[in-house]
């Protein structure tokens, strides 16, 4: 046997040792043999499942790891407030996080998500457009719906979620439709009305009413927020106290990512610490490139016999507690003079990228995105990011803007113009949103055409994802049309009469006739 085979069998890996029965499992087996068995092999499979995953044993890896077995709601309820308030703090402060956000609302939203009546009615699309496409669907009147999309989800990345609430006007308040959103942050949930078991089977879980079955009924709002200068002198704490508001007048936004979660956290809760870390950091570089930037020198008298700093009254020399540009300083026996060596900076660059694409990550979009730096990014590797990250996006375009604000306020419009007689019956609706962005106009261009001659995309889509609306645009384009034909101008962007090359193209009536069969030679 060779010296290797020995030294594995001293000391290689050896089978686990046995488990030994505690005296429970002893005394159990005697009173009872079948349950002593079944106890012991419990205890062997527990044992197996933990040598198998090494996160679920303790140790000194795991030691300082705390893990909560709690559900979604138990978890994130105590944190929402402190995170909310962590969250804002930075987006006003830190530029990164000001950048973040808008650049998950720039994406996702863009131009704005636009509706489509399917199957097609004109009066429904004519009643949306006077109502969404104007400030009259705001409660506070200074936006449109797109507009109310983009703070919506500034919102949700912020502060983990958003209340849209409907508000019914009347027919003389003289707005398209006796209908308009008011928005309110989540501040207006009362967080403190939970555990509460109701009569019927129902519960509340922070501020949020279910009935036996599960289904949102209610919410408990607050009159004010409470954060605002005039809660404090409403009765009771927090805003006043909080009153019960129908669920059916509240959409309640927010990306779910637990089975039975009720509310959410912010979007910056995995970097608030990371970022404020960056933040402390930059502004310690920054003083500490101020100290390098500082010429110091220190003193020492060996024997003692100089006058004290700041005492030399000898005009003849210049004292060597300042220093001056070219100065020559003749110092008397027993007196030296040291340079301070200021402190370099050279590592903030390395630290200030990782910690940045950990940043990144943790909300959910690129380094280049969140940064604006583009240095060294090569043409796939740019195109592989956009890639991955538009996976994101329509994600949360599909997962939490459609389902969850956009189509209940199609829902609510249809209503509101079945009750003012503007429809029979609401139709349903299809959404349109932007179109990816193109990082090659010249090679992407090309595809998107491609889409629409091989039917993949309709063309009113097409115009739809560019924020247009395709009837307008078809106005325009015939208008435009017979300007042309008035004025006698060929233009190589009109298709009538100029091919994709910018040739002239044949008459329709030329492309159009019957092909001729080719002359038959005479038989031999």
């Known amino acids: 046997m060779s010296k290797a085979h020995e030294a594995f069998d001293r000391w290689g890996p ?12 002893r005394a159990v087996g005697f009173l009872a043999p079948s349950r002593g068995l079944r106890r012991i092999r419990a205890r062997v499979a527990t044992e197996l499942i933990v040598r198998h995953y090494e996160a679920a044993a303790t140790g000194r890896r795991t030691s300082g790891w705390k893990r909560t077995a709690g559900d979604a ?28 956000i808008g650049t998950i609302t720039n994406q996702v939203v863009g131009w ?146 637990r089975i039975g979660q009720v509310r959410a956290a912010s ?14 950091y930059s502004d310690a570089t920054l003083m500490k490139q101020k100290i390098a930037a500082c010429l110091a020198v220190i003193t020492s008298d060996v024997d003692g016999s100089a006058a004290p700093l700041g005492t030399n009254d000898d005009t003849d020399s210049p004292g060597i507690d300042s220093l001056e540009p070219g100065i020559i300083l003749n110092l008397p026996p027993g007196r030296s003079v040291e340079v301070v060596q200021p402190p370099t900076v050279r590592e903030y660059g390395d630290y200030n990228s990782v910690s940045l694409r950990e940043i990144a990550a943790g909300i959910g979009i690129t380094y280049e995105d969140l940064t604006g730096d583009y240095q060294n990014l090569p043409f796939s590797a740019a195109r592989m990011s956009r890639i991955a990250h538009q996976a994101r996006i329509e994600d949360w375009r599909w997962r939490t803007m459609i389902p969850q604000l956009c189509g209940p306020v199609w829902t609510w419009a249809m209503e509101a113009a079945t009750i003012m007689g503007l429809v029979r019956e609401g139709p349903g609706v299809a959404w349109t949103c932007d179109a990816p962005m193109v990082i090659d106009p010249a090679v992407e261009g090309l595809a998107f055409q491609r889409d629409v001659r091989g ?53 329709a009536k030329a492309a159009a006739a019957p092909a001729q069969d080719p002359p038959q030679e005479p038989a031999a």
Not at 223 to 237: D, I, Q, R, V, Y
Not at 267 to 280: N, Q, S, T
Request: aromatic letters at 8%; charged letters at 25%.
């Open 14 to 25: 050896r089978a686990p040792a046995p488990v030994r029965p505690s005296w429970l499992d």
């Open 73 to 100: 709601n138990v978890v994130v309820g105590a944190s929402l407030a402190s995170l909310r308030e962590n969250a804002r703090d930075l987006v006003r402060n830190n530029a990164h996080a000001t950048r973040a």
């Open 112 to 257: 704005g998500i636009i509706a489509k009546a399917s199957p097609k009615n004109t009066k429904a699309e004519d009643a949306w457009k006077a109502w969404a496409n104007t400030t009259a669907c705001d409660a506070e009147g200074r936006h449109d719906f797109a507009g109310l999309q983009k703070i919506a989800l500034r919102s949700v990345v912020e502060s983990g979620e958003v209340l849209i609430r409907r508000r019914w006007r009347r027919p003389e308040d003289g707005l398209p439709l006796p209908l308009q959103l008011q928005l309110l942050e989540p501040d207006y949930i009362d967080t403190a009305r939970t555990g509460i078991k109701l009569p019927g089977g129902g519960r509340i879980v922070h501020g949020i009413e279910f009935d036996a079955i599960g289904r949102r009924v209610a919410y408990w709002l607050f009159p004010e927020h409470p954060g605002a200068a005039l809660s404090m002198f409403t009765a009771g704490s927090l805003g006043g106290a909080s009153t019960r508001v129908p669920a059916d007048n509240i959409l309640h936004i927010y990306h779910q990512e």
């Open 267 to 280: 979007w910056f809760a995995p970097v608030i610490l990371k970022l404020k870390d960056v933040d402390e």
């Open 455 to 507: 039917g993949s995309k309709s063309w009113s889509e097409a115009v739809r994802e560019r924020g247009y609306d395709p009837d307008e645009v078809l106005a325009e384009i015939a208008a435009d049309n017979k300007k042309f034909d008035q004025f006698k101008i060929i233009l190589d962007s009109d298709p009538r009469m100029t091919t994709q090359q910018g040739l002239p193209r044949e008459p």
